[in-house]
């Protein structure tokens, strides 16, 4: 039988206040045969019992994104659609959803509300509260309000806050884009209270390194319209204007970076009437993203007392949110609740790396039970520090964690809980760090949008969780940005003024993220939006080219926090070895083969040829420059060997020596990468991707510092901005820069989804999907699931006890090409569930002995002597031999691999003497 689900339009489930001129139709198919594929489908939509658009029956495969193609849609307006599909076995279904237009352009707010704002001191930290009673008379039908603010705000209809969301209207470039939020409001019949608070938020509030107010103007103010449609038909509005009255509630004070300040003693201030303020309507566009949420709410782990005497609570998850109070008090009685993600070595509350942020909320109680939280500041942390509670005081402590809330798409699991660990590390760090904005951290005075952060998550948060909306926002911001002097903003929004200069990899986030929501969910138009961005990119870097056609001047943030250079002359320690225009080429290579393949799926053949070209001469100009004729790259870090294969910039008779030299320079530092932001995301797809699996292997399941799971090992419960954030001894990195919740580094997410269990696009959107898992020694089972838009794509791999198990879930009208570990052929599937069972000789139990073991434990062993003896009798008696005695292996073969061979047959016969 055939069935639909998850109807949506534009990604989302029966939308209230679409925005979208020209919206788009997805369903999923499910069906109980297997090969289903979609023949032909018809949509309808009805408005009000009319048919306004009928598709007629398409013969189509294409079940996603499908765009409305009737007449222009009303504002303010519902309507149902219904979608019938027929499958390739003769099967029908239907489904049907429903959506409800937006304003379809903000000026409709004209003459209909009006901007107001409060008394005119300006410098009052005081949130003003501005309302308007209203009488209710006749039967409603319904009631909605669009509403908006310069600033933050939060609406309250009857006193009861008008939905479960926050931080609205959101952060984007409130120069060009300000978006205004649609609610399905209830309202009494009779006498009815509208009340918008408002704050400073992004728009009014200090932001940046050194945090400054007044980012984009220094007056907040609000404009809203409800409009109420009654049951015969007639509506009523009620508008911000001059009837409004504006006073002040219980928040005397709320920044994002410092906290919030309530005092349920403050009367409020005498009623005064709302001003008028001049601020047009053609920057207003329709809520574009997914809202922010409290997604869970966490408890405490732990009460106590630091030694320093500091009471704190422990939550036992670094998070981004805030902490809900429920508590019995006292009238005037001052709660103070500190912020932190960690403890120091000694374990007192550490506070040293929020830089300039305050993180704390203080509350002045009204007596009795009350239960408390922030509304506008977030904070990133574990603990709390509170000051002035009771003896025995009745009060919970709970902690609410706040992302923008998007459906989570990937669930990855495996044998190695130090594994799990780190998986959930990247989860948290990427809810923690997607609130509203993609942000590099939650915690310290910056919280921005930093580009480059993105460009390196950017493939694994498309697994985590459907990014589509919430990036597509973040894309037209960063489109708003560019300029004749804005080259390409390095956070987005732009709080840090022109930037002429423009820096590799983070400004190819304007290639990257496009190609990548591209191929993951199958939507060009992200592509046809973000065209003319990426060539403005483009057309930047080639304005910055020498003769030799190269990008060689200007500013580069480089292998940004590698740890292979020394501290330069302004003792700065953050930029690895790598040479920033090595990077700042191979980065243009990558935006310009982009480029010409988004110009190829769009049908621009010029543009695509002409893209394509300019790659091959830069190439060629690259190797000139930085390739020896006989192999060797300037600059051979590790991040340098690794982008000169990932991205194919070295000749293919060079790659086995580069190679190797990948190899040695990892063994030399005893199987640890030094990369930074640019090396780490490709360093284990590289291994990976040149028969170097094992050693990728090796890297994920090395414990010591630096490593992904010494984090882990350390207790992390996010992944942090630095691979040594936190040092073996417990103590902090002294760098002010240090944050314990930053996901560049969870970039290792895209390795576990597409290597270890094989998951990879073949077609846009997963339509065709390569599965080829591939073991590595130390996890003996891994799974995965990843809701595609298709449905669900489920992998689970097992190889135990001489046998190897694996099931298969491919989603209807998709196709995978499954190549199973260890045989010979792939095999193509149509959609069902498979199940596969073989008998192994591997083993993916760690072995005792490796390359890693340290040579005189090796030297020591009775099986390594005979076979030394009798091959090699010579490297027995080198006297240089006690001086590395205590080295692994792989160090010792960074001089010379001759002997790597011998090394690996007495490994192994090591390893089978003490197995008998
Ligand atoms: C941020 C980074 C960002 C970097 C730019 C830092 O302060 O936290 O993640 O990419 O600056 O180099």
Known sequence: MLKLYDLTIEYKHAPLGLDEVQPRFSWKLDSDQQDTVQASYRLRIVQGGDVVWDSGTVASAQSILNEYLGPNLTPRTEYDWTVTVWDNHGETAEGTSRFETGLLNGSAFEGKAQWITHAPDKASPVSPVLYKDFVVQGNVKKARLYATALGVYEAEINGEPVDDTYFHPGWTNYRKRLQYQTYAVTLHSGKNHLALTLANGWYKGKLGFMPQPNHYGDTTAALAALCITYEDGHEEWIGTDESWFCTTGAIQSAEIYDGETQDFTADPAAPQPARLFDYGFDTLIGQENEPVRCLQRVPVVKEFTAPNGDHLFDFGQNLTGWVEVEIYGDKGQKLTLRHAESLDENGNFYTENLS?????????????????????????????????????????????????????????????????????????????????????????????????????????????????????????????????????????????????????????????????????????????????????????????????????????????????????????????????????????????????????????????????????????????????????????????????????????????????????????????????????????????????????????????????????????????????????????????????????????????????????????????????????????????????????????????????????????????????????????????????????????????????????IILEHPAAQAIFAQYAPEFLSNPMLEYVKNEPVTALLAYGDSIKPLFEQVLAVMNQADKE
């Not at 990937?410 to 760090?429: A, E, M, P, Y």
């Open 356 to 856: 300039w942020a305050k993180a704390t909320d203080t509350y002045i109680l009204g007596g009795g039970k009350q239960t408390l939280h922030p509304h506008f500041t977030w904070h990133g942390f574990r603990y709390i520090c509170v000051e002035g509670l009771q003896y025995g005081q009745n009060v919970q402590f709970t902690a609410c964690h706040l992302s923008t809330d998007l459906a989570q798409t990937g669930h990855f699991t495996c044998s190695d809980k130090r594994v799990n660990r780190l998986q959930q590390n990247i989860q948290w760090s990427q809810r923690d760090n997607f609130l509203d904005i993609p942000t590099d951290c939650p915690q310290r005075s910056e919280r921005l949008g930093w580009t480059g952060d993105v460009t390196a998550f950017c493939p694994t948060a498309a697994f985590n969780e459907n990014i589509m909306p919430f990036m597509t926002k973040w894309l037209h911001d960063l489109a708003s940005e560019l300029g004749p002097d804005v080259s390409m903003p390095q956070v987005v929004p732009n709080i840090l003024g022109n930037q002429q200069d423009g820096a590799a990899f983070w400004g190819d986030v304007v290639t990257v993220l496009p190609w990548t929501l591209y191929r993951a969910y199958g939507d060009k138009r992200i592509l046809q939006h973000s065209y003319d961005s990426m060539k403005h990119w483009v057309e930047f870097i080639e304005s910055q080219c020498g003769e030799n056609g190269l990008w060689q001047t200007g500013f580069q943030y480089g292998d940004w926090l590698g740890l292979d250079a020394e501290a330069n002359a302004l003792g700065d320690e953050r930029k690895g070895a790598t040479d920033d225009y090595f990077t700042a080429n191979v980065c243009f290579a990558w935006s310009l083969q982009i480029l010409a393949d988004t110009a190829a799926v769009l049908q621009y053949t010029e543009d695509a040829r002409r893209w394509s070209r300019r790659r091959e001469e830069l190439v060629r100009a690259f190797r000139a420059e930085y390739v020896t004729p006989t192999g060797r790259l300037v600059s051979e870090t590790q991040t340098a060997l690794i982008l000169a294969l990932h991205f194919d910039m070295v000749p293919d008779e060079f790659r086995p020596r580069l190679l190797d030299a990948l190899e040695k320079n990892i063994g030399a530092h005893k199987t640890h990468l030094l990369t930074g932001f640019i090396g780490t995301p490709f360093a284990c797809l590289t291994l990976s991707e040149n028969g170097r699996h094992d050693l990728a292997g090796r890297l994920l399941l090395q414990e010591d510092d630096p490593s992904w799971l010494y984090e882990v090992k350390m207790g992390a419960t996010t992944i942090w901005e630095r691979w040594n954030s936190i040092r073996p001894d417990g103590s902090f990195n002294p760098a002010n820069m240090n944050s314990l919740n930053h996901y560049a580094y969870g970039s290792i997410g895209n390795w576990l989804y597409t290597k270890l269990c094989g998951l990879e696009i073949l077609e846009p959107g997963y339509k065709k999907f390569a599965l080829r898992p591939q073991f590595i020694k130390g996890i003996t089972h891994a799974e995965l699931t990843y809701e595609s838009v298709y449905g669900k794509i489920a992998i689970a791999w097992r190889c135990e006890g001489g046998k190897i198990t694996v099931d298969v879930t491919v989603p209807a009208n998709t196709t995978a090409e499954l190549t199973l570990p260890e045989q010979p052929e792939t095999l193509t599937l149509g959609s069902g569930s498979y199940h596969y069972e073989y008998a192994t000789e591997t083993s993916l139990k760690i072995d005792r002995y490796s390359l890693e073991t340290p040579l005189h």
